[in-house]
């Protein structure tokens, strides 16, 4: 059974730094593209960044691009999204996700479009 775990959300002042962890278990990391995704309320879900499994590249959408670093540590199955320079546009439930079938993606948004897991998300709110 797959399962993600996310942690570390929670309410920080625009123009500060948030540290997503993903922990997952019964899933090797390494054999398929991971990421994260939002979803603010009243808006639809929206692809923020994933790690590609067929050429280890990372990829961000366009709003979080130069803010935002994806990284992971396949050994352990964990993902860190290290969130910088945040604005309350960027407020949102955050869930880390798995493409389980891994598609050779570039764009943020097929990935989304692929994702078969995902955790229950943590929150993060940003003040103005």
């Known amino acids: 059974e797959v399962q993600l775990v996310e942690s570390g959300g929670g309410l920080v002042q625009a123009g500060g730094s948030l540290r997503l962890s993903c922990a997952a278990s019964?899933?090797?990391?390494?054999?398929?593209?991971i990421g994260w995704f939002r979803q603010a309320p009243g808006k639809e879900r929206e692809g923020v960044s994933f790690i590609s499994a067929s050429n280890g590249n990372t990829y961000y959408a366009d709003s979080v691009q130069g803010r935002f670093i994806l990284s992971s540590d396949n050994a352990k199955n964990t993902m860190t999204l290290k969130m910088n320079n945040l604005k309350p546009e960027d407020m949102a439930v955050y869930y880390c996700?798995?493409?389980?079938?891994?598609?050779?993606?570039?764009?943020?948004?097929?990935?989304?479009?692929?994702?078969?897991?995902w955790g229950e998300g943590t929150l993060v709110a940003v003040s103005s």
């Open positions: 019964g899933i090797a990391f390494a054999d398929h593209n």
């Open positions: 996700a798995v493409d389980y079938f891994p598609g050779t993606y570039t764009r943020v948004g097929e990935f989304e479009a692929g994702m078969n897991f």
